[in-house]
């Protein structure tokens, strides 16, 4: 291919995206090694010039209103969260900009929405949040399920290589404080009846668990709990304060939380000081 038809060819796709075309998105429609690039240009960025057009990027770092606003536009075109290849297509810019602000490209979906919320950009990108959220818990809950699985798979045998102990000197079955959500759980399980629960359901989904809560002395209501090791990690995860009743934590540092809060640490330290007294 010829360098005149090298810019022939990025004009072409410049006008069937509406708008200069990255260096990946040009390679994909054309199958234009990059070796033809380099021979005919030095780099993109002069193939580009050539062509009369600017890089997106400007040769710059892109903008994160610019780049989060692009992200979000893709998410909406798709319905869902991008795929690296299919980001690549629709996007105005590569997957390196995101993946430089947020380490990974995981990570990226958690990074726009953050700066979304931060910025009060919410009402014009409230379709994006919420198949953002989406995701999150589908996450979560496979987390979760899995966590589940892992404890309940355990079989008790005895390691010849390990001391043998004798039994625990407390009514307590965990014997240190929870430092994830399983341990929240667990913790939970154990002391659900004297603090007013009996669990009637739990699944993967969120909210995590379904349970009747005494209200009144002989009175019951259903509430649905979310279990987290901290109150906030329920803002970060995006759920949605509507859809359920109360977070069971082992830490409370949600202050303005809108939720009844159980802080399991709190509990423990209530019975430990009612045990003595």
């Given at each position: 291919?010829?360098?005149?038809?090298?810019?022939?060819?990025?004009q072409?796709?410049?006008?069937?995206?509406?708008?200069?075309?990255?260096?990946?998105?040009?390679?994909?429609?054309?199958?234009?090694?990059m070796?033809?690039?380099?021979?005919?240009?030095?780099?993109?960025?002069?193939?580009?010039?050539?062509?009369?057009?600017?890089?997106?990027?400007?040769?710059?770092?892109?903008?994160?209103?610019?780049?989060?606003?692009?992200?979000?536009?893709?998410?909406?075109?798709?319905?869902?969260?991008?795929?690296?290849?299919?980001?690549?297509e629709?996007?105005?810019?590569?997957?390196r900009?995101?993946i430089?602000?947020?380490?990974?490209?995981k990570?990226?979906?958690?990074?726009?929405?953050?700066?979304?919320?931060?910025?009060?950009?919410?009402?014009?990108?409230?379709?994006?949040?919420?198949?953002?959220?989406?995701?999150?818990?589908?996450?979560?809950?496979?987390?979760?399920?899995?966590?589940?699985?892992?404890?309940?798979?355990?079989?008790?045998?005895?390691?010849?290589d390990?001391?043998?102990?004798?039994?625990?000197?407390?009514?307590?079955?965990?014997?240190?404080?929870?430092?994830?959500?399983?341990?929240?759980?667990?913790?939970?399980?154990?002391?659900?009846?004297?603090?007013?629960?009996?669990?009637?359901?739990?699944?993967?989904?969120?909210?995590?668990?379904?349970?009747?809560?005494?209200?009144?002395?002989?009175?019951?209501?259903?509430?649905?709990?979310?279990f987290?090791?901290?109150?906030?990690?329920?803002?970060?995860?995006?759920?949605?304060?509507?859809?359920?009743?109360?977070?069971?934590?082992?830490?409370?540092?949600?202050?303005?939380?809108?939720?009844?809060?159980?802080?399991?640490?709190?509990?423990?330290?209530?019975k430990?000081?009612?045990?003595?007294?």
């Amino acid at each position: 291919m010829t360098k005149e038809e090298l810019i022939i060819a990025i004009q072409n796709c410049a006008e069937r995206l509406g708008r200069t075309p990255s260096c990946q998105q040009f390679r994909s429609s054309t199958k234009v090694s990059m070796h033809q690039i380099e021979k005919h240009f030095g780099s993109w960025k002069e193939a580009v010039a050539a062509a009369g057009m600017e890089t997106t990027t400007m040769g710059g770092r892109v903008p994160m209103k610019q780049l989060a606003e692009d992200w979000a536009g893709t998410v909406r075109k798709l319905g869902r969260l991008p795929s690296i290849a299919e980001y690549e297509e629709l996007s105005r810019y590569s997957m390196r900009p995101l993946i430089s602000r947020y380490g990974s490209w995981k990570q990226a979906p958690a990074g726009v929405q953050e700066y979304i919320i931060r910025e009060g950009m919410m009402e014009d990108w409230k379709d994006v949040l919420d198949i953002i959220t989406e995701h999150q818990e589908r996450l979560h809950a496979a987390e979760l399920e899995s966590a589940v699985l892992k404890v309940a798979t355990l079989k008790s045998r005895i390691w010849p290589d390990r001391p043998i102990y004798g039994p625990p000197l407390t009514e307590l079955s965990l014997s240190h404080g929870p430092s994830n959500e399983m341990g929240v759980v667990f913790l939970f399980g154990m002391m659900a009846r004297e603090l007013g629960f009996v669990v009637t359901h739990i699944q993967s989904e969120f909210p995590d668990c379904e349970a009747m809560r005494e209200v009144d002395k002989g009175r019951w209501q259903r509430v649905r709990i979310e279990f987290e090791f901290e109150s906030r990690n329920f803002f970060k995860h995006g759920h949605a304060p509507k859809d359920c009743d109360v977070v069971v934590c082992w830490r409370h540092n949600w202050p303005g939380c809108p939720l009844d809060v159980v802080d399991l640490s709190e509990a423990l330290r209530r019975k430990m000081e009612n045990a003595k007294g």
